[in-house]
Every structure is written in C-alpha cells, then in structure tokens.
C-alpha cells in the first residue's frame, strides 16, 4: 500500500530557511515523479517544482533560485529545500508522486513566514 507523508513544515523567518521532506512507503521514490504543489489562503493550489525519474528539476518563477528539490534515495525521500523565504512562500506544502499508473498526495505540511 503506498503511502505519502510530509514532513519540516513550521514557522519560518523572511530570509530564512526550511526544509520538506516527503517520505514515501509502498515505492521508490526513484521510480516515481514527485512533486511539490502549495496553496495559500483563498487561493488555488500552485506548481511549486518537481523531480521526474530522470532526475530533471522544474520550479514555477518565483521560487527558482531559492528552492531546491532533491531525492534521497538512502532515506527514500524527496526533500525540498526553501530558502529566501517570504512571506508568500506562506501556505500548506504537498507532495504528490506520480508512478506508472497512479498518482498519491499526502495531507500537507503547513509552512508559514512571518517575523
């Protein structure tokens, strides 16, 4: 049974730094597309970056240069490193894995950036 959970969420400073990590059971995260998505109070869910098996990287604009997504094949994870944060890097963080034939979300971690 496959099963995604989220992780590292919290408060964070502007200009600071936090760490997700998505955990996965049931498969390898290596032979899955992860995928970050976030959605802010009254708004819609957001991209927010993703690794594909191949091990190629996206981000949506506003987070490029400042996020960085990673797998850790060790831990069978798939980590997502904020830095630069402000405050509209505020919202519930989700993970979604896309194997084969199926896609699994997790139930979110909250992130919020406030002084």
């Known amino acids: 049974q496959v099963h995604v959970t989220e992780s590292g969420g919290g408060l964070g400073q502007p200009g600071g730094s936090l760490t997700l990590s998505c955990a996965a059971s049931g498969f390898t995260v290596s032979n899955a597309a992860v995928s970050w998505y976030r959605q802010a109070p009254g708004k819609r869910r957001e991209f927010v970056a993703w690794i594909l098996t191949s091990g190629l990287t996206e981000y949506t604009e506003s987070v490029k240069g400042r996020f960085s997504i990673s797998r850790d094949s060790a831990q069978n994870t798939v980590d997502l490193k904020m830095n630069d944060l402000v405050p509209e890097d505020t919202a519930i963080y989700s993970c979604?894995?896309?194997?084969?034939?199926?896609?699994?979300w997790g139930q979110g971690t909250q992130v919020t950036v406030s002084a």
């Open positions: 979604h894995v896309s194997t084969a034939s199926q896609g699994f």
